[in-house]
Each structure stands twice: as structure tokens, then as C-alpha cells.
């Protein structure tokens, strides 16, 4: 039972780089998140999607893009790499909107780094 | 807007003593209330939960209970273990949109020693 997996665990990128964060999840949950986690401070919402074909942006989308063309794939695209966007980044996954109910499955994290 | 406010960490403490960690909130309408745990090259577990006033959310020894009137969901447990440190996050749900979203506070590091 693999829950929700991203890849890679690390990265370092260059200033103006581009690059895919990947996150998938076998659990066959609707919803899907990505969340950053900056050093000090809580995880705060890049987008989210409620389901295939459906995306919207959370409290931090700038510099970020995302695809939802499966139930299974949620990837984070990172256009021109600003050293702002250095974080560790989350994807979550959950059944249905009742968070109450139901809960977040996350992934392991992948730290990226902007130089 | 919502937000959480939790304890600065990090937390030492010896094996078998008693823990908290605070965890204050600030929301429209009455949210649901979480701790989630982070183990070391993990991702977000959920601990507990708790969806009303005074519900008492339990599991693997740790409790917290939703207090409405300090707006206050501590985390508490009797007897840590080595085997409980890692970072600890208090969290809100609220709604963004068509989906729920949960809003987290900064974390707390818990290390356990013997």
C-alpha cells in the first residue's frame, strides 16, 4: 500500500531552471494537494484539485502550475526557479471534502533547493 | 483569516515524562481540529482529531480536547517515549473554494532522550 508517493526526495536547482515535482497517490482519492513548508513557519496551500481535469489555486500559486489528467497524478511544475521558492514541498491526498471525516494522506516531502 | 499558533520548539524531554504542547486558533465558524506527526524522512501522519466544543480527540496515548471558549487544542500525553520525537503539528480545517483546506501551525520538535 504505497499511499501517496513524490518523487524526487531532493533537489537542487538553478536560478531560472524548470522542473516537475511528481506526486501520486493509489488510494483513488478525488481531492489532491500540494502544500510548502518554509523553515519556521507551517504548511501553507500552492493549489489543490477535486478531482481530473479540475484544479484552482490555494494561498501561494505564483511561480507555480499544476495538471490533474488522472485520479492517480498530481505533478507541481516550477517554471523559472527563484531562490524564493526554496521549501520543502508536500502533496496530500484525501477521499472526499470533509476533511473532518476523512483526513489527509501526505507524502514523504521533497526538499528543493534554488541556488 | 484562519490561523494556528503553537508552541516554539524545540521540546526536551526525559522518557516517561509528561507532555505539552500548546496550540491556540483562530477561525470563522467552527472548525475541526487535528494534530498531525512527523517522523524523521516521513511525511504528515494524523494523530488525532476532533470535530466539535469539547470533544476529546485519543490516540497512542496522546489526547487533546477542543476548547471553544480559549479557542485551545493542547497536546498532552501522561509518559513520552524515545520513540515519540519527531515535529508535531496543531491544524484547522476551513473551506477554500470547492475543497476543504486544512491551515497548519509552524510545527514543534519533540525529542525524547533517556
Known amino acids: 500500500n504505497a499511499g501517496v508517493t513524490q518523487t524526487p526526495k531532493f533537489r537542487i536547482l538553478k536560478i531560472g531552471q524548470s522542473m516537475t515535482l511528481q506526486c501520486a497517490q493509489d488510494m483513488n482519492h478525488n481531492y489532491m494537494y500540494w502544500y510548502r513548508q518554509d523553515p519556521g513557519m507551517g504548511l501553507k496551500l500552492i493549489y489543490y484539485?477535486?478531482?481530473?481535469?479540475?484544479?484552482d489555486k490555494g494561498e501561494v500559486p505564483n511561480g507555480y502550475n499544476v495538471s490533474r489528467s488522472t485520479t492517480e497524478d498530481f505533478p507541481l511544475r516550477l517554471e523559472l526557479a527563484a531562490p524564493s521558492q526554496t521549501s520543502v514541498y508536500f502533496c496530500?491526498?484525501?477521499?472526499?471534502?470533509?476533511?473532518?471525516?476523512?483526513?489527509?494522506?501526505f507524502g514523504s516531502g521533497t526538499r528543493l533547493t534554488v541556488v | 483569516g484562519d490561523s494556528v499558533t503553537q508552541m516554539e520548539g524545540p521540546v526536551t524531554l526525559s522518557e516517561e515524562a509528561f507532555l505539552t504542547i500548546n496550540c491556540t486558533y483562530t477561525?470563522?465558524?467552527?472548525?475541526?481540529l487535528f494534530w498531525y506527526v512527523q517522523y524523521p524522512g516521513e511525511g504528515l501522519q494524523l494523530l488525532l482529531k476532533a470535530t466539535k466544543a469539547d470533544d476529546k480527540g485519543s490516540n497512542k496515548g496522546f489526547e487533546a480536547t477542543y476548547r471553544k471558549e480559549t479557542t485551545s487544542f493542547h497536546l498532552e500525553k501522561g509518559s513520552v517515549q524515545v520513540s515519540d520525537s519527531a515535529v508535531y503539528f496543531c491544524a484547522l480545517s476551513g473551506l477554500t473554494g470547492t475543497a476543504s483546506k486544512l491551515t497548519f501551525g509552524t510545527g514543534t520538535r519533540l525529542q525524547v532522550t533517556l
Open positions: 496530500a491526498s484525501s477521499y472526499g471534502r470533509a476533511t473532518t471525516n476523512y483526513g489527509y494522506t
Open positions: 477561525a470563522t465558524g467552527y472548525p475541526s
Open positions: 484539485s477535486v478531482g481530473a481535469g479540475i484544479t
